[in-house]
């Protein structure tokens, strides 16, 4: 798809700049993921402490 919008670019250069993407957007899902975690962990947390509290 980008070779027909840029034709200068070699494949080898075409490999590594999807390949350098998909490090990107790995990286992005990997902090989504550790953020829905924490996310639910402090919702977790609050739900005890607040249990904790009404005893």
Known sequence: MKKL???DLSIDELVVET???VK???KEIKQRKAEEKERKYAE???KET???SKN
Do not use: G, M
Request: glycine share 0%; no cysteine; aromatic share 6%.
């Open 44 to 46: 977790k947390t609050n």
């Open 24 to 26: 990107e957007v790995k």
């Open 50 to 52: 607040y249990n904790d």
């Open 5 to 7: 919008e840029n034709p």
């Open 19 to 21: 390949q350098n993407k």
